[in-house]
T-cell receptor, first 116, second 114 residues
Framework: AQTVTQSQPEMSVQEAETVTLSCTYD???????LFWYKQPPSRQMILVIR??????QNATENRFSVNFQKAAKSFSLKISDSQLGDTAMYFC?????????????FGQGTRLTINP | KAGVTQTPRYLIKTRGQQVTLSCSPI?????VSWYQQTPGQGLQFLFE???????NKGNFPGRFSGRQFSNSRSEMNVSTLELGDSALYLC?????????????FGPGTRLTVL
């Protein structure tokens, strides 16, 4: 079974700062995806970024980037130039690539607060 | 494209009743997955439907069931409600292929069991 661990329950930074959220996972699979989702107070789960395990290049989406270390099973999210709208719960998630086994396994989440 | 929609957004039921939640996926998406979110257990996978067939199932009791229709819309049913079933129920849709698959979530249905 796969597990996902987010060791930082809460983080708080000032607007415009850079913040890194940590995530580690455990799996014996070789083909999988990793995701970061954000859940603002509205509770809508929003995809932030996705990484395919076979890709060595780290994914980036505007101010969001990841540091994917496959051997260490680590998948951290860096938010640059943080904005007030980034305030949310952030969930790291794992998905097996096998058809029929494509469920998301989530970490417990990191509550990120961006202060003005 | 319109996003994933869920109805109703809020529900209040009493113990012992049953409830049906509905999810309409993004157009063209054939896979619908359901998740339960609670403060204590976090986000847990319930089941996935693809082309009207349950393709994957989580570790929930048989009181939780679902189905998918030919237009890919899905319903989830919980029978004999318990207090512990109070949660945010999220559905997510995806293409359902093995490659490049990403799940997109609806706004959720908040179920309160009294």
């Amino acid at each position: 079974a796969q597990t996902v661990t987010q060791s930082q329950p809460e983080m708080s930074v000032q607007e415009a700062e850079t913040v890194t959220l940590s995530c580690t996972y455990d799996t014996s699979e070789s083909n999988y995806y990793l995701f970061w989702y954000k859940q603002p107070p509205s509770r809508q789960m929003i995809l932030v970024i996705r990484q395919e395990a076979y890709k060595q290049q780290n994914a980036t989406e505007n101010r969001f980037s990841v540091n994917f270390q496959k051997a260490a099973k680590s998948f951290s999210l860096k938010i640059s130039d943080s904005q007030l709208g980034d305030t949310a719960m952030y969930f790291c998630a794992f998905m097996n690539q096998k058809l029929g086994a494509q469920k998301l396994v989530f970490g417990q989440g990191t509550r990120l607060t961006i202060n003005p | 494209k319109a996003g994933v929609t869920q109805t109703p957004r809020y529900l209040i039921k009493t113990r012992g009743q049953q409830v049906t939640l509905s999810c309409s996926p993004i157009s063209g998406h054939r896979s619908v997955s359901w998740y339960q979110q609670t403060p204590g257990q976090g986000l847990q996978f319930l089941f996935e439907y693809f082309s009207e067939t349950q393709r994957n199932k989580g570790n929930f009791p048989g009181r939780f069931s679902g189905r998918q229709f030919s237009n890919s819309r899905s319903e989830m049913n919980v029978s004999t409600l318990e207090l512990g079933d109070s949660a945010l129920y999220l559905c997510a849709s995806s293409l359902g292929r093995g490659d490049t698959d990403t799940q997109y979530f609806g706004p959720g249905t908040r179920l309160t069991v009294l």
